[in-house]
């Protein structure tokens, strides 16, 4: 994608830079060699003018009017970080007034504009990078990559507003995400941070379970307190910051298993296990519990993600986020990916897989007594439905469902019925129709059974409404 710049001050400033474009590109009538070394040591020259240099960089600008030798000799080499990549980006916005930015390159590019001092540059990078960072979608797969890039470049401001960002989204990131690029301090200022989004205390734990695991313990600590196996990462840590960071976990809002887990990892300080023990038992038997010690914070509980319907089969639905991996990718059927599991009570012809396909494949269930087909969302994700689509299973209009209900259920054996649905035809060559519903509660499992011996021939269905996940 691209960004540019659109204030009318600078429009002037554009047009001459403009002018300059063709023979930048062809490298005619350049007075300047800018070159720099890439990783591999490969050495890049960048033939350029002086003038538009000057004109949209400080940094460019007191280099020619200072009496430093690159000055006199026309030439300079540039040695901070990633300039071979990043730097003849750079030159494009300079020339056109426009710049190529993925959402990986955003930081690195706005590093390159400060240490350059590109005033404009810098102001539209930083828009760039909020417009990004308001993107659940883009929050959601790459928040941690963009804070990655922010902490390697030391960018301070980057760094803080990412950190208020992956906060506020704590709860939509994958469990087993690795935050071991973090330094000590920005850790702690995430798990005590006031905007955390937390959905379980075991999402908290294993983030710093895993911190600890990838950093390593520096090798002062007592080998009889903690195992010293691990090779140290770049922010070993000593005893007392590991326990500041498990102090953050409030052992007693975890179940049974979880503590299990806990209690068998050598690094989890065993006091503050006990301490949760302790506290579950007296918020069991009703007694006061004190926190004098504990860190405080506000946690928030997200309500999840909304779908709303547009039209049959649009890119708004719950399946269809999914499949393509939250809209970044190209659709893929969730069934085979093991996202969601689609069921049919029996199979007369084409196979669960293709209720989740968005594809026209004649799918049927046999003719039987409360024939049904389902969805499981799985463990992580539950939906609280405020429409569903359904297509036709064949390309002809015949054996279409006159009576059905909608069920959801949170443990696929005590069903809820949602809606019924009466002389409601979808008709032929697989067409489709929507239905509003009303629901108040979330469902890990929906379903569409027929209460009477009849076929249930539908071949795909998209849901929407509110979704609740542990992992996006």
Request: proline content about 3%; hydrophobic content about 35%.
């Amino acid at each position: 994608m691209t960004f540019s710049d659109s204030v009318n001050a600078s429009s002037s400033i554009l047009e001459s830079s403009k002018s300059f474009a063709s023979f930048f590109r062809m490298g005619k009538y350049t007075d300047f060699v800018v070159a720099t070394t890439s990783s591999d040591g490969k050495v890049s020259e960048h033939p350029v003018h002086r003038v538009i240099l000057a004109n949209h960089s400080e940094f460019f600008q007191a280099l020619f009017d200072s009496p430093f030798r690159e000055s006199h000799e026309g030439r300079i080499q540039l040695h901070f970080e990633d300039t071979s990549q990043i730097l003849p980006r750079i030159f494009e916005f300079m020339y056109t007034g426009k710049i190529s930015a993925s959402i990986k390159d955003i930081i690195p590019i706005i590093h390159a504009a400060e240490q350059l001092q590109i005033t404009e540059l810098i102001r539209l990078g930083k828009a760039q990078l909020s417009k990004f960072l308001s993107n659940p979608d883009i929050v959601s797969q790459y928040i941690i990559e963009i804070m990655q890039e922010a902490v390697r470049l030391q960018s301070h401001e980057s760094v803080k507003e990412c950190l208020d960002v992956l906060a506020a989204n704590f709860d939509s990131i994958p469990i087993d995400t690795d935050l071991s690029f973090m330094e000590f301090p920005t850790l702690i200022q995430l798990l005590s941070h006031a905007s955390l989004v937390l959905d379980c205390e075991y999402r908290l734990f294993k983030a710093v379970l895993l911190y600890v695991e990838k950093n390593g313990l520096a090798s002062s600590l007592e080998e009889d307190e903690y195992s010293s196996t691990w090779s140290l990462g770049s922010n070993a840590l000593h005893r007392d910051q590991v326990f500041e960071l498990f102090e953050k976990i409030s052992f007693e809002k975890m179940t049974v298993e979880q503590l299990e887990e806990a209690s068998a990892s050598p690094l989890v300080p065993k006091q503050l296990l006990v301490k949760g023990l302790l506290i579950s038992l007296k918020l069991a038997k009703g007694l006061p519990v004190t926190t004098v010690g504990r860190a405080t914070r506000q946690r928030k509980t997200r309500a999840g993600r909304d779908f709303t319907y547009r039209s049959d089969f649009d890119e708004e639905g719950v399946l269809y986020f999914l499949g393509s991996q939250g809209r970044t990718t190209r659709f893929s059927n969730p069934h085979l990916s093991k996202l969601v599991q689609c069921r049919m009570s029996s199979v007369l012809t084409g196979a669960p897989e293709n209720l989740s396909s968005r594809q026209q494949i004649a799918t049927c269930t046999r003719c039987e007594p409360n024939a049904w087909i389902s969805i499981d969302f799985g463990p992580s994700m539950a939906l609280k439905p405020t429409h569903y689509t359904l297509q036709h299973g064949h390309h002809k209009d015949n054996v279409n469902m006159r009576i059905w209900g909608f069920e959801g259920s949170t443990n696929n054996t005590d069903w809820d019925l949602i809606s019924t649905h009466r002389d409601s035809v979808l008709g032929g060559s697989f067409g489709s129709k929507t239905w509003e519903v009303e629901c108040g509660k979330h469902y890990r499992y929906l379903r569409i059974i027929v209460p009477t011996k009849y076929f249930v021939q539908i071949s795909g269905f998209e849901f929407y409404g509110n979704l609740k996940s542990d992992f996006f």
